[in-house]
C-alpha cells in the first residue's frame, strides 16, 4: 500500500484536475507519479505527433508541446490568402499656441510587423477650402509640426495612413497575405479649424497727418516672432502710406532679423471711442494691407492680446 502521503497527494491532484487545474495535475505526475507507460514507436515522455509529423519532445522531458516554428500566429482573420487589420490613426490634436506654426500629433493602431505604413497629412485653409497634402511622414512618426501657415488664417487637418503589406516578411509569404486596394487608405476624423498666430505685430506710436504735400506717415512698433529664441522682438519704423512696413534689424549681438510683415501702411489717422469710465478715449490707428488683399487694424491701446 502505498504510504499516506502519497495517497493524498494523488487525492488533491486529482481534485485539482477535476475543477480545471490542469497544470496542476501535470505538475504532480512529473514529480511524484512513475512514467507513462510507452506505447509502440513513442517513448514515455513525447508529445503526440501532429498531422504534419511528429513533433520533438520539449526540453527537459516536460509533457507540454513545444511551438512549432512554421506556425505563427498574426493578426488575420484566416490563415492563406487573409489580411491584416489596417486601423486608421486616431486622436489627432492640432496646437496653435506658438506663433506661425501648428504642432500635429496623432497616434496609430496599426501594429503589426506584416504592413508597412507611412502617414499622409493634408490640411485645408477656411471652411470649405480643398484639402492638399503638406507633409508624408515615414513609418513610426507621428507628429509633425506645420510651420508653411499665415497668421489669422484657420486651417483644418486629416492624416490618412496608406499601408502596403511588407513583402520581404516570411509569414506573408507563407500566407501569401494580402490586403486589398479599397482598404489600403485609412483616414483619421479630421481636426479644426485652428487659427494660426501671426508673427508679427504693428501697434502705432505717433501719427503724422498729411499735410501739402506730404503724404500721412505713421511711426509703429514692429514686434517680430524670433524662432531661434522662441519670443518677440521690436523694432520702431517710420513708414509712409502705401509703403511696406517693416524690414531688416539688428539685434543684440550682432544677429539680424527680418522685421518685414509683408504688408503696406494702407491707412493712418487718430479717433476716439467711449471708455468704460464714460470718457472718450483717443486712440491712434494704423491699417494694414497684405498681399492677398485682407486688411488688419490695429490701435495704440489693444495689443495685450497679440503678445501674449
Known amino acids: 500500500m502505498a504510504p499516506r502521503w502519497r495517497r493524498a497527494l494523488r487525492a488533491g491532484a486529482v481534485a485539482a484536475a477535476r475543477a480545471g487545474g490542469a497544470c496542476a495535475l501535470l505538475a ?10 510507452t506505447s509502440p514507436g513513442r517513448g514515455p515522455w513525447e508529445a503526440p505527433s501532429s498531422p504534419d509529423g511528429p513533433r520533438p519532445a520539449a526540453p527537459g522531458g516536460s509533457l507540454l508541446p513545444s511551438l512549432d516554428p512554421q506556425r505563427v500566429d498574426f493578426p488575420c482573420d484566416s ?10 490613426p486616431r486622436d489627432l490634436t492640432a496646437d496653435a499656441s506658438t506663433p506661425g506654426q501648428v504642432a500635429l500629433r496623432w ?6 510587423d506584416l504592413l508597412i505604413c507611412r502617414h499622409e497629412v493634408w490640411r485645408r485653409a477656411g471652411e470649405d477650402g480643398p484639402w492638399e497634402l503638406r507633409h508624408t511622414a515615414g513609418p513610426g512618426e507621428v507628429a509633425w ?5 499665415v497668421g489669422r488664417t484657420r486651417y483644418a487637418y486629416k492624416v490618412v495612413s496608406v499601408a502596403e503589406v511588407d ?3 516570411p ?14 487608405r485609412r483616414a483619421c476624423v479630421p481636426v479644426g479649424p485652428v487659427e494660426a498666430r501671426p508673427t508679427e505685430l504693428v501697434v ?3 501719427i503724422v497727418q498729411a499735410e501739402g504735400n506730404r503724404a500721412a506717415s505713421a511711426h509703429v512698433r514692429v514686434y517680430k516672432w524670433d524662432r531661434a529664441q522662441g519670443k518677440f522682438e521690436a523694432r520702431a519704423f517710420t513708414v509712409a502710406v502705401g509703403a511696406p512696413v517693416g524690414g531688416r534689424a539688428k539685434l543684440r549681438g550682432g544677429r539680424e532679423l527680418d522685421f518685414s510683415t509683408g ?14 469710465l464714460g470718457h472718450d478715449e483717443r486712440l491712434q490707428w494704423v491699417r494694414l494691407r497684405f498681399s492677398d488683399g485682407t486688411t488688419v487694424e490695429t490701435n495704440d491701446r489693444d495689443t495685450a492680446t497679440g503678445l501674449e
Do not use: M, N, Y
Open 107 to 112: 497616434k496609430s493602431d496599426t501594429a503589426t
Open 145 to 149: 509640426v506645420d510651420t508653411a501657415v
Open 79 to 88: 490563415p492563406a490568402g487573409s489580411r491584416p487589420v489596417h486601423a486608421p
Open 167 to 169: 513583402r520581404d516578411h
Open 263 to 276: 504688408a503696406v501702411l494702407d491707412a493712418c489717422w487718430v479717433g476716439t471711442r467711449p471708455h468704460r
Open 28 to 37: 504532480c505526475l512529473a514529480g511524484f507519479a512513475r512514467p507513462a507507460p
Open 204 to 206: 502705432p506710436i505717433t
Open 171 to 184: 509569414v506573408v509569404q507563407l500566407h501569401e497575405v494580402t490586403l486589398p486596394a479599397d482598404e489600403a
